[in-house]
């Protein structure tokens, strides 16, 4: 989902697109080796029948989207005219256009919004001020396993803005259901929650993303995107190709790909029309379409996860490295899902805590990319992990890769070996992400 990251409580977060527990579809789409993915597998013509289209599926086609099945959608891979590695270097250089419409947004409110949501994530939205938000994950209750992880943005004190992955929709809104039921059981005050599925969402992303959306904006609540500093949210207005003014669009400055961009939240009637005004808006030297192909690379140069390879419902936040989205008095005062299983886990086993046995890491692997399920072995060749994500990385030229290594080999600068195709592979480990951020924080961001 996965891919705005503010400050919720005292933790720093990012983005991400990027809600017996049923278990996501993490259907992947098999591309081609240049394209450095492992999420991908073409569908023949009478499964792709059964696949939902976004909104801008005919626009996709048109510009000769090479469209695949992902997350139960048919979603652009790339485009006739540019390889995978090209847009993923266009995207770092310039912008390109994504259309994300395939996840879940939700709408989130009343007197009891906060408390719901803080019941079922660990995140401090106390914290958090009005039109900030940042990554979460929602959590089981007993076993404190991600479920999904999730963008909560807070409109005002009592409206809360959702975002979850399209792949686990249907475990998603079973359970939401499920938990608001509970919650009101208990006593909980009351919560309005609604699935805004009339809602498409574009995501904006590289350094020319500002000067772009800029040019396309009639009226907005603030007076420059310069003052709309990364994580942060607000409404604006486009002057749409037959002269009228759009509906107020949700903007959040951020995204699933490390680079400065927006996601742009739009009604279904009018996503096209916006969409091309914005192509319009800029040369192709500026902004072109982008698909699934070089999102995959982007976001995994950045670090970022994506559900149901890099986390699931078995690992928890503390095994997954994002114990930082537990807010400062969510550690003190626990009461929320899973917390007696992971706040012992944030105290390591050195000081006297139950600390983790596995953490997920980075590494860079010679010779040949270290695909999803390859394992990790020490120097006398025991296993002691295995690969989530893995790729070849255009922007470094090395090959990438994030998995799950044993606790103690998992301290940046430790080599090891991976097994590729019954190879052994000289792999190091290393911090994420692999390629610095470039996220708008204001006048001193670089």
């Given at each position: 989902m996965?891919?705005?990251?503010a400050?919720?409580?005292?933790?720093r977060?990012?983005l991400t697109?990027c809600f017996?527990?049923p278990t996501c579809?993490t259907?992947?789409?098999?591309?081609?080796r240049?394209?450095?993915?492992?999420?991908t597998?073409a569908?023949?013509?009478?499964?792709q029948?059964?696949?939902?289209?976004t909104?801008?599926y005919?626009?996709?086609?048109?510009?000769?989207?090479?469209?695949?099945?992902f997350?139960?959608?048919?979603?652009?891979?790339?485009?006739?005219?540019?390889s995978?590695?090209?847009?993923?270097?266009?995207?770092r250089q310039?912008?390109?256009?994504?259309?994300?419409s395939?996840?879940?947004?939700?709408?989130?409110?009343?007197?009891?919004?906060?408390?719901?949501l803080?019941?079922?994530?660990?995140?401090?939205?106390?914290?958090?001020?009005?039109?900030?938000?940042g990554?979460?994950?929602?959590?089981?209750p007993?076993?404190?396993?991600?479920?999904d992880?999730?963008?909560?943005?807070?409109?005002?004190s009592?409206s809360?803005?959702?975002?979850t992955?399209?792949g686990?929709?249907?475990?998603?809104l079973?359970?939401?259901?499920?938990e608001?039921?509970?919650?009101?059981?208990?006593?909980?005050?009351?919560?309005?929650?609604?699935?805004l599925?009339?809602?498409?969402?574009?995501a904006?992303q590289?350094?020319?993303?500002?000067?772009i959306l800029s040019n396309?904006?009639v009226?907005?609540?603030?007076?420059?995107l310069?003052?709309?500093?990364?994580?942060?949210?607000?409404?604006?207005?486009?002057?749409?190709?037959?002269?009228t003014?759009s509906?107020?669009l949700?903007?959040?400055?951020g995204?699933?790909?490390?680079?400065d961009?927006?996601?742009?939240?739009?009604p279904?009637?009018e996503?096209?029309?916006?969409?091309?005004?914005?192509?319009?808006?800029a040369?192709?030297?500026?902004?072109?379409?982008?698909?699934?192909?070089?999102r995959?690379?982007?976001r995994?140069e950045?670090?970022?996860?994506?559900y149901?390879?890099d986390?699931?419902d078995k690992t928890?936040p503390?095994?997954a490295?994002?114990?930082w989205?537990?807010?400062?008095?969510?550690?003190l005062?626990?009461?929320?899902?899973?917390?007696?299983v992971?706040?012992?886990?944030?105290?390591?086993?050195s000081k006297?805590?139950?600390?983790?046995?596995?953490r997920?890491?980075?590494?860079?692997?010679?010779?040949?990319?270290?695909r999803?399920g390859a394992?990790?072995?020490?120097?006398?060749?025991?296993?002691?992990?295995?690969?989530?994500s893995?790729?070849?990385?255009?922007s470094?030229?090395?090959?990438i890769c994030?998995g799950y290594?044993?606790?103690g080999f998992?301290?940046?600068?430790?080599?090891v070996?991976?097994?590729v195709?019954?190879?052994?592979?000289?792999?190091q480990?290393?911090k994420?992400?692999f390629?610095?951020?470039?996220?708008?924080?204001?006048p001193?961001?670089?």
């Open positions: 996965k891919r705005v990251g400050q919720i409580g005292s933790t977060s990012v697109n017996a527990p579809s259907q992947h789409l098999r591309v081609p240049a394209c450095f993915s492992t999420t597998v569908l023949a013509v009478n499964e029948k059964s696949l939902a289209k909104p801008l005919d626009l996709h086609v048109s510009h000769g989207g090479n469209m695949v099945g997350g139960g959608y048919l979603m652009p891979l790339q485009y006739s005219g540019q995978i590695i090209a847009s993923h270097h266009f995207t310039n912008a390109s256009l994504f259309d994300v395939h996840m879940v947004q939700h709408s989130i409110t009343g007197p009891g919004a906060r408390g719901f803080e019941r079922i994530t660990p995140s401090d939205l106390n914290e958090l001020p009005s039109r900030a938000g990554l979460s994950v929602l959590l089981w007993k076993t404190g396993g991600i479920v992880d999730t963008i909560i943005t807070r409109l005002d009592e809360f803005y959702v975002v992955n399209a686990c929709r249907q475990k998603d079973e359970y939401l259901s499920n608001l039921n509970a919650y009101q059981r208990s006593g909980g005050n009351e919560v309005k929650w609604n699935v599925d009339k809602r498409g969402l574009v904006l590289g350094p020319l993303s500002e000067e396309v904006i009226s907005a609540e603030i007076t420059s310069k003052d709309l500093y990364f994580a942060q949210t607000t409404y604006i207005k486009i002057r749409l190709a037959n002269g003014t509906e107020p949700l903007v959040s400055r995204g699933y790909t490390g680079e961009g927006f996601e742009i939240s739009i279904h009637e996503i096209v029309d916006v969409t091309e005004v914005l192509l319009k808006s040369t192709p030297d500026k902004l072109q379409l982008a698909g699934l192909g070089a995959d690379s982007l995994l950045a670090g970022m996860c994506l149901g390879h986390l699931d928890t503390v095994e490295g994002l114990s989205v537990i807010g400062k008095t969510r550690r005062n626990g009461n929320f899902h899973g917390a007696d992971i706040l012992p886990q944030l105290v390591p086993r006297g805590g139950l600390g983790v046995s596995r997920r890491i980075g590494m860079i692997v010679e010779g040949t990319p270290a999803e394992k990790i072995i020490d120097i006398d060749g025991t296993e002691i992990g295995n690969v989530t893995g790729c070849p990385s255009p470094l030229g090395k090959n994030m290594i044993k606790d998992h301290r940046s600068g430790t080599q070996q991976v097994l195709r019954g190879k052994k592979r000289e792999a480990v290393t994420m992400p390629l610095p951020t470039k996220y708008w924080k204001g001193t961001s670089t």
